[in-house]
């Protein structure tokens, strides 16, 4: 009889469909992301039914624990995670084992391999395997390497592979790892994680745009003037200074998170609901993408770094008296940056781009900005017409708002702008669930619609190489510019906005 291999998705986002029997295996499983992003988000999927009962999860890492020390530490992590809500955690914790690995040691995975296969036995996973990477990132390449090496990833129809970000640190580096990704196995069973994909509202970008006939005819140069993309966080870089300092939110945040968004929200309709079909479009859009001025790119981004600020009762500190932060660091905390996409749909509209920690608001959302009405009968409060504007609200408040001028009340015809709003808690009732929720899901049945393919990913990095060459080799031309915290960043990044006459939205 066949054993039930990963089905081969082409039913892509449409409907709920059921994980078969596997063996889910994390390395980095002692680390920061196992802890609070990927066990949490495991417990989920099993408290909404949706793990097989034919299914383990196999935590490595270097460190010497036995099985029942890597579940109690699960225990603890769920009980943090959940705020003690860990109703059925008992149950879940049967799914765990844990195998101590030194991803660069060719015996420990074949240790590996010889307990995958006596798990396969007990826990009837017919050899279905999912490898997770959440390793520190210098080692993705030398990881599924020996991965390969081990045999693990020889039969593309029951292993996976889930390589987390960042996938590079340039268009350079990432070329090269795709290279020894992809000599290591097939494309189709490599999926690269962007945490933003997993986000509903994100995916939300798709169906308001493919769902609905009426945005379609209007999404493009025609009727959009601008788009700003936002991506703002009020906390500051935590205790991840060894590794933020030498990405910055250029890479950490731009090349990823908003160049996702982006090419959601700017990418061609597909010709039908597929994955490659989705992807084919967005790495189009992508690779029609760039700088607003490619040759002088100082021109078009502004970097800034946190100062102190805060209230009296809750004084911050500056990123440069981050514990584990240079005192003299130039990193930058903050960016802004503006892009165009030559095509025939986006010809001449500007895509801004900003993200930052320690700003006013938590928030992250998608503005577009349509062109005035040509000639304006009515007075307007505040002395002019405002733009209508469509507000996808990415998160926290998940939703979306249509601004639109309608008549103020009175015996005048004078108009001012209000809102028509419509929020994912108030409809469905419920938050969505956190984007590693859909993600883990998704790899783990074979569906790639949501993971940025290699050229997908290239492309974003190609897009800011510029600005990478140019904090590389004159630093000077792009300074990180002071910004005190819990505000909207530094001031000189209006200004990329005022020359075209523009403001920054500030909710
Ligand atoms: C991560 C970045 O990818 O995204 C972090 O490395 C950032 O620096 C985080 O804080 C933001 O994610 P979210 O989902 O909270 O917006």
Redesign the pocket.
Known sequence: MSTPTINPLRVGLRQERVITPQCLVIFGASGDLTHRKLIPALFQLFLQRRLPSDFAIIGCARRPWSDDEFRERMAQALKRETKNNTKGVTQFLEYLFYESVDLQQPEDLIKLGKRLEEIDRIKATHSNRTFYLSVSPKFYGSGCQALARAGLLNDPKRSRLVIE?PFGRDYGSAQALNQIVQSSCQESQVFRID??LG?ETVQNILVMRFANAIFEPIWNRNYISSVQIT?A?T?GVEE?AGY?ES?GALR??VQ??LTQMLAITAMEPPGHFDPEAIRNEKAKVLQAAHLANELEPWKCCVRGQYEKGGSRSKPLIGYRDEPGVNPTSTTETYVATKLFIDNWRWQGVPFYLRTG?RLAK?L?EVVLTFREAPVHLFDAAGGSPTSNQLILRI?PDEGAEFRFEVKSPGSGMRSRPVEMEFSYEESFGEPSDE?YVRLLADAMLGDPTLFTRNDEVEAAWRLYTPLLELIEDRPWQLPTYPYESRTWGPAESDALLSKDELLWRRP
């Open positions: 970000k945490h933003y986000k991506a966080e906390v991840r933020y990405s950490d945040m990823n998170h920690k938590r992250s998160q984007g």
